[in-house]
């Protein structure tokens, strides 16, 4: 008889603490979720632009080109730095009203 009421008792403890665990992560994850949602609403709203998946990576790879174009000019390549430019500056128009 005391067997079953320890298990119970230990079944109940390590409930709890699985609970605990999954609530706070949970908790956490939804935090995150929801920084990062303010973020991206915060940026698109600044630059005008949509809030899609589809923008945010046009954006990235937009300032991917832009930083190419400035490490070309500092690498003295005047005539990549001016194409790296020009598709960089075309793509962040592209997607910025």
């Given at each position: 008889m005391q067997v079953e009421g320890f298990s119970?008792?230990?079944g109940q403890v390590l409930g709890s603490i699985?609970?605990?665990i999954v609530d706070a992560l949970s908790g956490?994850?939804?935090l995150l979720s929801n920084a990062?949602?303010?973020f991206v609403e915060g940026l698109s709203q600044a630059l005008g632009m949509d809030t899609s998946v589809i923008s945010i990576v046009t954006l990235i790879l937009g300032l991917i080109l832009l930083w190419s174009a400035i490490r070309?000019?500092?690498n003295a390549s005047f005539i990549m730095g001016i194409?790296?430019?020009?598709?960089?500056l075309w793509l962040l128009s592209w997607i910025i009203h």
């Open positions: 119970e008792w230990l699985i609970r605990f956490l994850f939804n990062s949602s303010n070309a000019f500092l194409i790296w430019l020009v598709l960089g």
